[in-house]
C-alpha cells in the first residue's frame, strides 16, 4: 500500500503537468460557414498543435480530427481551422483539441451549415457596429442577442474594437479584450461571425488609405477573422464575398485604398479604390441572388457626416446609377459607425439601415432626410428577416435593445427594395432660415461649413 506521502507527491505531480498544459484561452470562434466548409478561429495558452474534432453525434463518438500548424509564440497562439466536404444544411457537433487532447468542455458546441446555393429558404442575419473599448461594454448586447434575435449569422460592420492605432500591440490587445466577452464567446461558438473593419479598428479616428502601417492592420485583421477571403490577390483589401441560398453578401472596404475625407474631387476621389470597385460592379452583374447586400463601414445615405460617402457623392452616385442602368435590383445597404440605429430609403429608392453601438456609447440624432426609422438610446444591433420561399422575397427590419428586446419591427415591402414604391418618412424637425442636417464638409472644394451647418449629433464619432 502506497503511503499517504507518496499518493499525495503523485498528485501533486499530475496537477502540475495539468496546470503546465495549454488550453484555449479565446474561442472557438465560428467565422465563414458555407454549405460545405466551415472556418474556426481560437487562442491557446501556450505552445501546442491545434486540430478540430468533428461529427454529428453530440458525445463525438463519430469525430473525425482535422489538425492544424503548431501554435507558438510568434503567431501569438492563435490560429484558425478551415474543414471542408461538409453536407448542406447539416448540424455538426465539434471540438478543440491541443496536442490530440480534446479541451473543449461538454456539451460541445454545434454549428450548422449554409442551405444550398440557390436554394430557397428562410434567414435572419444579425448586425451591428461599434463594440467599445472594452469586451465589457457589450456583453449584454452579446447575451442578448444569443438569447433572443434567433439570429443564423451576426455581422459585424467595423469599429469592432476602439485601438485607435495601426501597432500591432495595440490593436491584439484590443481583440484580445473583446472576445474576451463570456457573451462573445457563447454566441462565437454555434453562430458564424464575420467582420470588416472601419477607422477604429483599422487605424486612428477618421484614418484613410494614406495611414502609415496600414498593412500591419491588414496582416492583424487576417489573423483575427476567418473570413472567406482577404481582397485580391493584386489588390489588397479586407473585402469578400459570399452566399447563403438566394442571399449574397458584398462586405467592402471603406478605409484601404480610401482617399483622405477632405481632399477636392478631381474625378479620382474614391472610397474603394479603382480595384474593389470593379469586382464589386463585376460580381453584382454576376450574381444569380435574388438579394443582395451590401455592406460599408460607413453610412452610404446624403446626410450623413463627413467621414461617410457623403464626402464620397461621384463615386457613390455613379455607383447608384450603374445598379439603375443595370437593372440590378433586391439590392439591401447596411452599415454601421454612427452609434444609433436607423433607416433610410435614399432617393426613393435605395434602402439602407446603419446598425449601432453594440457597446460603445451612443450619439443620438435627429430625424434626418429620407429616414424611416430612428432608434438612438441603449445598445443596439438590427436584424434583417428574409423569406424567399414565396414567388416574392418578404423582408422584414428589426431593432433590438438589450433589457427591452425589439424595438422597432417594419415589413419592407418588395416593392420599396426595388425602389417602385416610397416608405413613409420620419418627421422633421425646421426652423425658418434651414434644415439642420447638412454635411459639416462641402466635398467639392474642401471648406468646412459653419458649425450651425452641422447634423445634430452627427460630426462627432467615439
Known sequence: ???????????????????????????????????????????????????????????????????????????????????????????????VALDGRVITPRPFPTFTTASRLGSAGHLRIAFSSCLGGKGVDAAAAWAQMDA??????????????????????????????????????????????????????????????????????????????PNPAYGEVENPGIYYKFTRGEVEFFMLDVRYHRSPDKMIDDGTKTMLGAGQLAWLKDNLKASKAKIKIIASGSEWQRHSHADSWSSYPRERDAFFDFLKEGEITGILLISGDRHFTGGYQIGGEFIEVTAGPLGARNFPTKNLPEMFFNKSEGKLYAVFDIDTTGGTPKVSVEAHRPGDGIVHNQELPWAAILGQQQLETLPIETTPEKAPYQISFDPENGISKPPSETPPNAAKEE
Open 148 to 225: 433572443s434575435s434567433d439570429a443564423d449569422l451576426v455581422l459585424l460592420l467595423g469599429d469592432n474594437h476602439y485601438a485607435d492605432t495601426t501597432a500591432r500591440d495595440g490593436q491584439t490587445s484590443a481583440y484580445f479584450s473583446n472576445r474576451s466577452s463570456p457573451g462573445f464567446r457563447a454566441i462565437g461558438s454555434h453562430l458564424p461571425i464575420y467582420g470588416i473593419w472601419d477607422d477604429h479598428d483599422y487605424g486612428p479616428n477618421d484614418s484613410d488609405g494614406s495611414a502609415d502601417g496600414k498593412e500591419r492592420s491588414l496582416e492583424t485583421f487576417k489573423q483575427f477573422w
Open 1 to 95: 500500500m502506497k503511503s499517504p506521502i507518496r499518493i499525495f507527491s503523485i498528485l501533486l505531480l499530475f496537477c502540475a503537468n495539468l496546470a503546465a498544459s495549454p488550453y484555449i484561452e479565446l474561442g472557438p470562434m465560428l467565422g465563414h460557414v458555407g454549405e460545405d466548409t466551415a472556418s474556426i478561429w481560437f487562442k491557446a495558452t501556450g505552445t501546442a498543435t491545434p486540430s478540430i474534432v468533428i461529427g454529428q453525434r453530440d458525445d463525438l463518438s463519430d469525430g473525425v480530427s482535422h489538425p492544424s500548424a503548431v501554435l507558438t509564440p510568434s503567431n501569438e497562439f492563435m490560429g484558425s481551422i478551415t474543414i471542408t466536404d461538409l453536407a448542406a444544411e447539416s448540424r455538426y457537433v465539434y471540438a
